[in-house]
């Protein structure tokens, strides 16, 4: 158990609707980090947030956002979804700022748009 | 453009032998570069770390090696386990404007073979 917790564990939606991921870090880690893993491909990271505040972006979608909380959980929100959008999406988290800082995985979200 | 490739989607040894994991990288400012192991309907563990300044590291019965001017790092495990099946990823992150992320290649599916 890595003490990340990701809410819900799956997900089926149509295309056009909206969801949202729920991440809540391990006690104590300020920086939280989304990633996407589609079919054979690797983990794409996609947003980090450090104390609230969006720390680094990496190929996320306009149609994607995320947002950190003071209590420091955090909510990944897709909108306009597309069947590409399927994938397994990963919360980390970590005490430290820099990506090298050793991540801590919650166990994903799978989400599947019919 | 990926960043970071593992060219072997899989690989299979027998119990007790060494277990090679390559990783390829293109982009030089990458300055630490990590592993992490993935069991399914898991979220990936960190495994272990290597700077850029070293050329290796060792933990046990895993090991990092980092050939700069080739731009290749690789995982051993010795003795390899039947535990150890799963997939490995390799990644790597270099500071841009103040932020660290990690680029992710697409993993090694390592089935060790009782």
């Known amino acids: 158990d890595s003490g990340v917790t990701q809410t819900p564990k799956h997900l089926i939606t149509a295309t056009g609707q909206r969801v949202t991921l729920r991440c809540s870090p391990r006690?104590?880690?300020?920086?939280v980090y989304w990633y996407q893993q589609s079919l054979d491909q690797g983990l794409q990271f996609l947003i980090q947030y450090y104390n609230g505040e969006e720390r680094a972006k990496g190929n996320i979608l306009e149609r994607f956002s995320a947002q950190q909380f003071p209590d420091l959980h955090s909510e990944l929100n897709l909108s306009s979804l597309e069947l590409g959008d399927s994938a397994l999406y990963f919360c980390?988290?970590?005490?430290?700022?820099?990506?090298?800082?050793?991540?801590?995985f919650g166990p994903g979200t799978r989400l599947t748009v019919l | 453009d990926q960043q970071v490739k593992q060219n072997s989607p899989s690989l299979s040894v027998q119990e007790g032998r060494i277990s090679i994991l390559n990783c390829d990288y293109t982009n030089s400012m990458f300055d630490y570069f990590l592993w992490y192991k993935k069991y399914p309907a898991e979220g990936p563990t960190f495994l272990i770390s290597?700077?850029?300044?070293?050329d290796k590291n060792e933990d046990g019965r895993f090991t990092v090696f980092l050939n700069k001017s080739a731009k290749h790092l690789s995982l051993h495990i010795v003795p390899s386990q039947p535990g150890d099946s799963a997939v490995y990823f390799c990644a790597a992150s270099a500071n841009q404007g103040g932020s660290e992320k990690l680029v992710f290649g697409k993993g090694t599916k390592l089935t060790v073979n009782p």
């Open positions: 980390a988290s970590s005490s430290g700022l820099a990506g090298y800082n050793e991540q801590f």
């Open positions: 006690s104590g880690d300020l920086s």
């Open positions: 290597i700077s850029s300044i070293k």
